[in-house]
């Protein structure tokens, strides 16, 4: 049998990422806004946002939240996951993705005082 998750997303950072220490590992924390533009039969378009919570453990984790702030367009690689946990006698399941790679869409701006070399 054939079994693959793997899931490719690009889009904007809703809001600066976040840390926490699990164990020994730090895990960063974020939410991935997906913007997509479909045609309906009729021929109008709509937006579609999707919105995504994203996981990144380690170094990787670390480095995106030091270099990626509220807005910052990015490409990532991961995989669906579904966390799950109980609280009062109530289960609660949550998707995510955890994230294995990840990169800037846009290069970082130029700041205005900036001189040319």
């Given amino acids: ?23 020994n590992s730090i895990v960063v924390r974020a939410r991935l806004i997906h913007n997509e533009t479909v045609e309906r039969a009729n021929g ?9 919570e994203i996981e990144i453990w380690g170094k990787r984790g ?13 490409y990532i690689e991961g995989s669906l996951q ?4 109980e609280k ?6 949550r998707n ?11 290069p970082k701006p130029v700041e205005a005082n900036a001189v040319a070399a």
Avoid: C
């Avoid at 049998?1 to 889009?11: A, C, H, Q, S, V």
């Avoid at 993705?97 to 846009?106: A, G, K, M, P």
């Fill in 88 to 93: 009062d006698g109530e289960r609660f399941f």
């Fill in 82 to 85: 579904l966390a799950e946990w």
């Fill in 1 to 23: 049998m054939f079994r693959r998750n793997r899931i490719e997303l690009t889009g904007n950072i809703a809001k600066s990422p976040r840390s926490a220490r699990v164990g």
């Fill in 96 to 106: 995510y993705i955890r994230v294995t790679d990840w990169q800037f869409l846009l």
């Fill in 62 to 74: 670390v480095a995106f939240e030091q270099h990626v702030t509220s807005n910052t367009a990015v």
């Fill in 44 to 52: 109008e378009t709509i937006e579609r946002l999707t919105a995504v």
